[in-house]
């Protein structure tokens, strides 16, 4: 089976660009320029709308779906070696577990969380805390959540902490980890992402997000093993834009570009 390619936007219209160009899921954002922050509930909600209009009119892959960012700050989008970037008090974990809740509460099918000590290991009391509240979430509206880890992971220390925290995954009861191999080009962190598909044991997916381009894509899933890719497939600046382009970041040919990569295997 084709790796899934997930695009992040943080627009409607760049779900709509991401969609209509074969995207298999869409993670919702803010602030992508700082790796991304929680959308607002008011932002989730003509997304998740919108996205099953473009199914039902087979303008979209037919299990295309909504997963929301959850992460309330950002500092910079260079975390490698920060783990106090995804840190959190218990304040900060209530306000992620609020988010959490609202989130599905307006229909995403999916949250993308993590929580970090400042040591660099994943802080397991937080992340139950915003796992249960999206689960809470979910049931009240009688229908599953996917969670995926997200990549607080490449903030961790070493390879070794990366497997654990994909070991510790499957026991939260996570579908998916995000991570770049704790590079900032997923395609440089194959090897490590290799060993978190090996910890993985078929348990949870791997999905290969940081700097990946189109043309990666082949050479990154034959690497690593992942069952998935993640990229933003922003407009690079400068690039040409046609008359006609909806007001987006998200470039349409390089969301196909990906998608036809990852049908090549």
Do not use: N, Y
């Not at 689960?135 to 997200?150: E, I, N, P, S, Y």
């Amino acid at each position: 089976m084709s790796p899934a390619v997930e695009i992040a936007v943080e627009d409607l219209a760049g779900l709509e660009v991401a969609a209509l160009a074969g995207a298999d899921r869409i993670e919702l954002c803010q602030d992508l320029d700082l790796g991304g922050t929680t959308p607002a509930p008011e932002l989730v909600e003509p997304a998740v709308r919108r996205a099953r209009e473009l199914v039902a009119a087979r303008d979209a892959k037919p299990h295309l779906d909504v997963h929301a960012l959850i992460r309330p700050r950002a500092s910079s989008a260079d975390f490698f070696g920060r783990p106090t970037e995804f840190a959190a008090d218990a304040d900060a974990t209530w306000q992620m577990a609020d988010q959490a809740a609202a989130v599905v509460d307006a229909g995403a099918a999916g949250v993308v969380l993590g929580v970090l000590t400042e040591a660099g290991e994943l802080d397991l009391p937080a992340l139950e805390a915003v796992r249960d509240s999206a689960l809470l979430a979910a049931q009240r509206a009688g229908r599953g959540l996917t969670l995926t880890l997200h990549r607080a992971v490449d903030a961790m220390p070493s390879r070794e902490a990366r497997v654990a925290a994909v070991q510790a995954a499957i026991g939260l009861g996570i579908h998916r980890v995000l991570s770049s191999g704790g590079q900032a080009r997923a395609l440089d962190g194959a090897d490590d992402l290799s060993a978190m598909v090996d910890a993985a044991e078929d348990l949870v997916e791997i999905c290969a997000g940081g700097g990946v381009r189109p043309a990666d894509v082949v050479d990154l899933v034959r690497r690593s093993g992942v069952g998935s890719v993640h990229l933003s497939a922003r407009r690079r600046p400068g690039a040409p834009v046609e008359p006609d382009a909806p007001e987006t970041l998200t470039d349409p040919a390089i969301v196909a570009a990906a998608v036809d990569a990852a049908g090549e295997l």
